[in-house]
């Protein structure tokens, strides 16, 4: 005899947090899934493309059921033989932003994610894309002259680049100054 297939509607969004990265952070992602039917969905698997310069540092929360992740380059992967019908969940992973992360023109990290199932009735909805924004923030300081004297008055520079294409809002720079320096004696 022949098996009978059901059809099914699988489909898949993705969130990220925060929004706004920097290098050497971590960021989290939310994979949600779900199978509106009519029948079960079979042979599902997710698909998590994590962009270049990300790094996968395992699962936050994953609901039973699941298979994986399996970890093959910058892809994470989860297999279930079934999803029932009117099914839903979610997947929850991190990743670490490299300190090396490419400085690109756009400054985006992009990461897809893809659900597929036998017999899938709507593959419009099975892939879903979150951005996170690279902060390009960076803050240096020096002091001239170099070395200093006691005694001798000396400036600091502090030095914030933005190259990021979006500009920095609500930036609070702290000047922590060593014991030796008298307070008294700062002037702007």
């Known amino acids: 005899g022949c098996a009978a297939t059901t059809q099914a509607d699988v489909a898949i969004t993705k969130a990220g947090q925060p929004p706004l990265v920097r290098r050497g952070a971590v ?5 949600s899934y779900a199978s509106a039917g009519p029948g079960p969905a079979a042979n599902v698997y ?14 936050v929360s994953a609901p039973p059921g699941w298979t ?7 892809t994470i992967g989860w297999y279930t033989p079934t999803l029932a019908a009117n099914a ?5 992973i991190s990743a670490n932003v490299s300190l090396l992360v490419p400085i690109s023109a756009d400054w985006l990290l992009t990461n897809t994610v893809a659900i597929t199932a036998t017999q899938d009735i709507t593959p419009t909805n099975n892939s879903s894309t ?3 924004v690279l902060q390009g923030l960076e803050i240096s300081k020096s002091h001239s002259p170099d070395p200093v004297v006691a005694a001798i008055p000396f400036r ?8 990021a294409s979006a500009a920095a809002t609500n ?7 060593p014991a030796e320096v008298d307070p008294a004696s700062v002037v702007p």
């Open 156 to 163: 600091y520079t502090i030095t914030v680049t933005n190259s």
């Open 46 to 59: 997710i698909s998590d493309t994590l962009p270049a310069g990300l790094t996968y540092a395992g699962v």
């Open 171 to 177: 930036l609070v720079i702290t000047d922590t100054l």
């Open 27 to 31: 960021v989290t992602y939310t994979v």
């Open 130 to 132: 979150y951005t996170s």
């Open 68 to 74: 994986g992740p399996t970890v093959a380059g910058q």
């Open 88 to 92: 839903s969940g979610s997947l929850v």
